[in-house]
């Protein structure tokens, strides 16, 4: 019975997905060709692609300073028109959304993280480690967004092996914006020369989307913001991507920072400031 219960909720989501965009019939029966044929013919290919260390990521963002967006499984499902299923959130993928996820392969002034991981792997290695459906998503949608000439960063970027002593040296000496749904442990957080907060909704931030943008014009407006000493840390979801887009046609370096502000990552942070 259980079993059965998963299959019927497998074909509900089918179908929703469906009704909400007609466009990921398209995807759908590319990864199903996809799953029966494999990967690995495309490893050649992902192996030419140049994607920066967490750490050089870092460094290139601090040196050059410009913005960040970061690519994964979720950024993957929305850009192909479907809902992100995942935790106990679901983020809807609307039209408009999924076309700024796409973009963001054919723009130069931001830079776009993508997870190494996803491309290291064989078909068997990761359908021996349980990543084979997850994997596919990137390896599937990414092969013909991919320039061979283009440096991409990582998309794991701020979630694990970087250097947090670094980036704490740097955000310190930065006025901050932090745009990130409700969360008292952040806002007590003493990082920054200065520190904002705007809060988004922590569901489906992309609805809001325009309420967001007033409110970081109305932020940079009052506070009058040296563009040169502002740095945007934004943690919203797939509705990062087009935010930090947003605000780096401001003027402003914006960085999508998503698990830099997880429980994990918090309580290293926290550990070196209290050292």
Not at 108 to 125: A, P
Not at 240 to 254: E, N, R, S, Y
Request: charged residues 30%; glycine residues 6%; proline residues 3%.
């Amino acid at each position: 019975m259980k079993k059965i219960k998963q299959i019927l909720e497998k074909f509900r989501l089918f179908f929703l997905r469906l009704f909400q965009n007609p466009f990921s019939l398209y995807w759908h029966f590319k990864l199903i060709y996809y799953y029966f044929r494999g990967t690995n013919h495309l490893l050649g290919f992902y192996k030419k692609i140049k994607i920066l260390s967490p750490n050089e990521n870092l460094d290139y963002l601090i040196k050059n300073k410009v913005s960040f967006v970061r690519f994964g499984t979720g950024e993957a499902h929305v850009a192909m028109g479907m809902e992100q299923h995942g935790g106990h959130t679901i983020q809807k993928a609307p039209y408009k959304l999924m076309k700024s996820v796409c973009k963001l392969f054919y723009q130069d002034s931001v830079l776009v993280g993508i997870g190494r991981r996803f491309f290291e792997n064989t078909d068997e290695e990761n359908k021996k480690i349980g990543k084979y459906n997850m994997y596919l998503r990137n390896r599937v949608f990414l092969k013909n967004r991919l320039n061979q000439n283009k440096t991409y960063g990582e998309a794991f970027l701020f979630r694990e092996n970087f250097d947090i002593k670094k980036l704490l040296g740097y955000i310190n000496t930065k006025t901050l914006v932090i745009i990130n749904k409700k969360n008292p442990e952040i806002e007590s957080l003493p990082i920054g020369s200065k520190k904002y907060i705007i809060e988004t909704p922590a569901e489906n931030a992309f609805d809001k989307y325009e309420e967001i943008i007033e409110k970081i014009k109305k932020k940079v407006g009052e506070n009058n913001f040296k563009k040169e000493d502002t740095l945007f840390l934004v943690a919203a979801g797939v509705a990062a991507k087009p935010l930090v887009i947003d605000i780096d046609k401001m003027g402003f370096v914006a960085w999508d920072v998503g698990a830099m502000f997880s429980n994990f990552v918090l309580k290293k942070v926290k550990k070196l400031l209290d050292q």
